[in-house]
């Protein structure tokens, strides 16, 4: 049997696995992702971490970006940033025929670089960034509080608020080992919540994940920050 062409074999494989999700819920975003339209609406695509949904689509919405269409891959990727880039090119190679322009809505979220040299590779743009921290406070002004000596915050966003059990508490055995808490998070000093939407809930939930982390608390309302720039960008709707 003849060998498949690189291509081939990434286009079988996204066939096989595309996200399945149809749902905003959270856990369904974790799990399963954002399938992308049935029907083609737009003739951009973004490719996206399902942490991103729901900001992206208000983004979308707020600003009538109705030629853009997206698709989400699990946010549980980021539990394995090894698989991130593998998964984006399967996903470009899916609906690259079928879409004029593709834009990759992650970060470097952890690959090291790896994930930027695919999409020039693949000549898709990504955001710049290297997480979802950074772009959301502004990838200029995040920068500036690291080198003021902002090095020991950690950083939860509305989605990782909601998520915090799956993917801070429970990953880190702390469901398990409580007794751990101390040394896990030992050289952390506070946690900072990046808001993009204003919701007493989860704010209050952010305080408690921070008491239940032993660190200090602090709360930044960053809206949607560099998110929102780069997909006007791409939409063609920059405004002053």
Known sequence: MARKGRAARLTERAAFQPPTGRSL???????????????????????????????ILAIKDVNGLDHIDLTCLPA??????????????????????????????????????????????????????????????????????????????????????????????????????????DMVFGNYTKLVYQSQINDPALLTKARDCADRMGLAFEHRHTGYGDLQSAMLRWGGGARD
């Open 76 to 181: 549980k990727l980021h539990l394995y940033p090894e698989q991130i880039t593998e998964a984006v090119e399967c996903a470009v190679a899916k609906h690259s025929a079928t879409y004029d322009t593709i834009h990759v809505v992650y970060a470097d979220c952890g690959t090291g670089g790896i994930l930027e040299r695919k999409c020039a590779e693949l000549g898709v743009e990504m955001i710049a960034g290297p997480h979802c921290y950074s772009f959301f406070e502004g990838n200029e002004t995040f920068a500036r509080h690291a080198d003021e000596g902002e090095i020991t915050a950690f950083y939860l966003t509305d989605f990782l608020v909601k998520q915090f059990d799956a993917f801070v508490w429970r990953p880190m055995g702390l469901d398990k080992h409580p007794e751990l808490r």
């Open 25 to 55: 819920e959270e856990t369904s975003l974790t799990e399963r992702g954002l399938a992308a339209p049935e029907k083609k609406t737009g003739r951009i695509l973004l490719i996206a971490c399902g942490a991103l949904a729901r900001e």
